[in-house]
């Protein structure tokens, strides 16, 4: 009897253990803005605003002596393989802005794949900023009232501080021989590439090829339908995202070619050793521009709109361009683009906007149920 | 005043509380289950009948459901053969190392699917190491059904030995040695005797390991390939629809998918039911 007593008082006490542990946790990883949130936060346990009061005052008493704002946080709301380039850039702007302006910035980084990313946004996710694969997911975005429909016109170069482009890695010493595009569509090439109906980058690749088949054939639709429909019937695995299909080609060793960014590729090269893999660059691509944007509604609720829009526009400047093209994104900037000639060579590039005319079109056509891309899975095709 | 009329009838529950119990448990349920479920219903009820059926009965769709309810089945049938004899090692037999083969079976439940489905994948991609062993066979388990089924294998095997288990823990050792005693050989002694009790838990395991299975992602993506109409399974057509912002489309599919499911398991319990039945009457 006295043993089963104690086992209980065991499990009781594990549980309130556990349960403020997770609580401790509660607090750390809380996203952003909890302090202008507090009106919304107001039913939680009062504990919670305790703790943040407490927080902010000792913040505040260390700050004093330097200075009167207030510190403050952003969340960065992005895609996968931006990881790297933002963690270097939060803390270069970081020390700038404090350095002008007296004021403590703390950036929250948030990746995943850019729809479902763009979908929490949609949701509530309080971001201040975000950086997205394409225009079509801020759009979406800006459909729900929180982004100006006007976004894209708000910073220089449709607001794509950065762009890349579409290559093709191949194994070293390019076996197959793959020089352009007509080589993926010839007979036991394999190509990897993600599905372009739930990736958002791997739309870039598709219509790269689609671009590329419509120059080759004078515009002829049809026959760019039949060399990406060639094309995807080379595909082996069709990873639900970019770095899936990465894997499957370098660490699995599947397929002949991988259809990737070029900043994936160039750093795949760098992270698996120069010895494994060649990049090559096909006679056309297509300039993925990669935008930004404020998140207008929530910035304004929070008062956060000065120091957001300086975030996007200081990744304008030439310190954080060099960071962009230290990361293998194609830096906008003429000045920093010319230093690092040799890492991007210049070819063929299609636009989003001249060639397809703008995501909303091209989504239509080619992504939408019924579209093109589905069109070649069709039964009988 | 009810429950004191009740109790004159049945003897008094040794825990109190069964209105308040009952309200907390409903109302935890409707949050938790009812309401999320039913917005999935709300969301869908703003197409009209003419688009729900073009969004539920396209060909790629079928072939998807196809693809999630066979490879489901036949995981959750080999879980439930496999599963028992996992239990029934666990149970009837002492050897070293039983506590950490005992622990490695809840492992597919706290690992991330998606590491699952990575590792799995890796293993039995054609150049892994159980892959390329089986390549020359012509065998190719990553990127085919073999593989989707194999990730659900994974992911299913504790729902079977977790239920059997505890079942089989309980079985009266003397009801056995006794029928052994009337001269029962030892198929017999397991067809008549022991089979009949664990057939429940057989069933609820298989039902539990089916349902899993059927919206199964994480692991299933890294593995399938996704090829449409041959590896794609529901669930990832149901992000493909989200990845479009085409929340009707994507809740569309899951309400078919729901009300498959939801009658596979009410069968199942039917199932269940009878054969608690037999055992009570026998």
């Known amino acids: 009897m006295k043993k089963k007593k104690s086992l209980l008082l065991h499990t009781m006490l594990i549980f309130v253990v556990f349960a403020l542990a997770l609580t401790g946790c509660g607090w750390d990883s809380e996203p952003t803005n909890t302090n202008s949130n507090a009106n919304s936060a107001a039913n939680q346990p009062a504990a919670n605003d305790t703790g943040n009061a407490a927080a902010d005052n000792s913040e505040n008493a260390a700050a004093n002596e330097t200075e009167s704002t207030d510190p403050v946080e952003l969340l960065n709301v992005s895609y996968d393989p931006t990881r790297e380039l933002y963690e270097a850039y939060n803390k270069l702007f970081s020390v700038y802005w404090e350095k002008e302006h007296n004021q403590k910035v703390t950036i929250k980084q948030s990746h995943g794949g850019s729809g479902a990313q763009s979908r929490a946004v949609i949701e509530g996710l309080k971001a201040d900023v975000v950086t997205l694969a394409l225009g079509y997911d801020i759009d979406a975005i800006a459909k729900k009232g929180y982004i100006n429909p006007e976004w894209q016109q708000k910073f220089d170069n449709n607001s794509a501080p950065y762009t890349s482009t579409i290559v093709f890695l191949v194994r070293k010493g390019n076996p197959k021989g793959i020089k352009d595009w007509n080589d993926l569509v010839k007979p036991g090439i394999e190509v990897i590439t993600p599905n372009p109906k739930t990736s958002g980058g791997a739309r870039w690749n598709y219509l790269a090829a689609w671009g590329y088949a419509l120059k080759q054939n004078n515009d002829d639709e049809a026959k760019a339908q039949e060399f990406v429909s060639a094309l995807y019937k080379n595909v082996p695995v069709l990873d639900s995202g970019a770095r899936g299909s990465t894997t499957t080609f370098v660490e699995k060793g599947i397929g002949d070619v991988l259809l990737a960014w070029e900043n994936e590729a160039l750093l795949s090269v760098k992270e698996l050793g120069p010895d494994k893999f060649d990049i090559v660059y096909p006679s056309i691509s297509i300039l993925a521009e990669p935008p930004v944007a404020v998140v207008d509604k929530n910035v304004d609720k929070d008062g956060n709109r000065k120091v957001a829009e300086a975030y996007l526009d200081y990744l304008y400047t030439e310190e954080a361009q060099k960071l962009v093209a230290q990361n293998f994104y194609r830096p906008q900037l003429a000045s920093v683009a010319e230093q690092f000639a040799d890492q991007f060579p210049e070819l063929t590039m299609l636009t989003i906007d001249d060639d397809f005319g703008g995501w909303a079109a091209a989504q239509k056509k080619h992504f939408a149920d019924g579209g093109v891309f589905d069109q070649i899975y069709a039964p009988g095709s | ?282």
Not at chain 2, 223 to 239: C, F, Q, R, V
């Open chain 2, 1 to 282: 005043m009810k429950s004191s009329a009740a109790s004159k009838a049945k003897p008094r529950s040794v825990l109190p509380g069964f209105g308040l119990s009952l309200g907390f448990t409903i109302f935890y349920l409707s949050v938790l289950v009812i309401i999320p479920l039913a917005g999935i219903f709300v969301k869908t009820s703003g197409m009209t009948p003419g688009q729900f059926w073009h969004t539920v009965a396209s060909d790629r769709v079928i072939a998807s459901y196809k693809i999630s309810f066979m490879t489901s089945f036949f995981a959750a049938l080999v879980n439930l053969v496999f599963g028992l004899l996992v239990a029934w090692v666990l149970v009837r037999y002492k050897f070293p190392g039983k506590k950490l083969v005992d622990s490695l079976i809840d492992l597919p439940f706290a690992l991330p699917t998606a590491v699952a489905g990575i590792a799995l994948t890796a293993i039995y991609a054609p150049n892994g190491w159980v892959g390329s062993l089986l390549e020359p066979l012509g065998i190719k388990v990553a990127f085919t059904p073999l593989g989707i089924t194999l990730a659900l294998l994974f992911i299913g095997l504790p729902f079977v030995v977790r239920t059997v288990q505890p079942v089989l823990q309980e079985l009266d050792k003397e009801v056995e040695e006794a029928a052994v005693m009337l001269g029962s050989f030892r198929l017999r002694t397991f067809r008549r005797i022991i089979l009949p009790e664990l057939i429940p838990p057989l069933l609820t395991g298989f039902a539990l390991a089916f349902a899993r299975g059927i919206g199964e992602y994480g692991s299933v993506v890294f593995i399938s390939g996704n090829m449409p109409m041959k590896t794609e399974i529901a669930p990832l057509l149901i992000m493909t629809k989200l990845e479009q912002y085409d929340y009707k489309g994507a809740t569309a599919i899951a309400t078919v998918m729901l009300i498959i499911s939801f009658i596979l398991l009410l069968l199942i319990n039917y199932l269940q039911w009878r054969s608690n039945r037999r055992v009570i009457s026998e």
